[in-house]
T-cell receptor, first 111, second 117 residues
Framework: GENVEQHPSTLSVQEGDSAVIKCTYSDSASNYFPWYKQELGKRPQLIIDIRSNVGEKKDQRIAVTLNKTAKHFSLHITETQPEDSAVYFCAASWGYGKLTFGQGTILTVHP | DVKVTQSSRYLVKRTGEKVFLECVQDMDHENMFWYRQDPGLGLRLIYFSYDVKMKEKGDIPEGYSVSREKKERFSLILESASTNQTSMYLC????????????????FGPGTRLTVL
């Protein structure tokens, strides 16, 4: 299977600052890397994803970068807002249709 | 809009009871998944089904079984609940994959918080 490590486990920033969460994976065959946001008491929701034929993808204030050689990918959130506070999970694909998730990062944005 | 629903948001059971957790999706998705979520461990795959009556073990299948009699419904069964199965259980679904080794977006249900006393 796949092994995914996510860091940091907690991240505290001031409103307006940038936040970066990093993940590494072990299976070089992985080709799909989604990021999910889970607000307190709610279901995980996909916020951005990237496939292995792309190095970077951006959607407004969030971006994901992928380095296949080093087997790591990162989530970047710029101009953070209090509503960005949540748990963020990275994941990497393996086998047929399966995902292995990182341990999660609790992001707190202070007003 | 994809909708994945789970039968209960909260459930309290006794050790040794048989527990059924149900998940229904309304988007005609082929693939369905059961995860458990524990603090500091992320989401761990219990079982995966890629078609009716087809199932595959995930990373932590011990103590669990599944049933998929209809395409839209995927059930997780705890044959004899134990206290270490107290957790948040999340169901997810994704559409049919076109290629071997492919993966697509998974859509999650709201979760069932199971407490085993």
């Amino acid at each position: 299977g796949e092994n995914v490590e996510q860091h940091p486990s907690t991240l505290s920033v001031q409103e307006g600052d940038s936040a970066v969460i990093k993940c590494t994976y072990s299976d070089s065959a992985s080709n799909y890397f989604p990021w999910y946001k889970q607000e307190l008491g709610k279901r995980p929701q996909l916020i951005i994803d990237i496939r292995s034929n792309v190095g970077e993808k951006k959607d407004q204030r969030i971006a994901v970068t992928l380095n296949k050689t080093a087997k790591h990918f990162s989530l970047h959130i710029t101009e953070t807002q209090p509503e960005d506070s949540a748990v963020y999970f990275c994941a990497a694909s393996w086998g047929y249709g399966k995902l292995t998730f990182g341990q999660g990062t609790i992001l707190t944005v202070h007003p | 809009d994809v909708k994945v629903t789970q039968s209960s948001r909260y459930l309290v059971k006794r050790t040794g009871e048989k527990v059924f957790l149900e998940c229904v999706q309304d988007m005609d998705h082929e693939n369905m998944f059961w995860y458990r979520q524990d603090p500091g461990l992320g989401l761990r795959l219990i079982y995966f089904s890629y078609d009716v009556k087809m199932k595959e073990k995930g990373d932590i299948p011990e103590g669990y079984s599944v049933s998929r009699e209809k395409k839209e419904r995927f059930s997780l069964i705890l044959e004899s609940a134990s206290t270490n199965q107290t957790s948040m259980y999340l169901c997810a679904s994704s559409p049919e994959l076109m290629l071997a080794g492919d993966t697509d977006t998974q859509y999650f249900g709201p979760g069932t918080r199971l407490t085993v006393l």
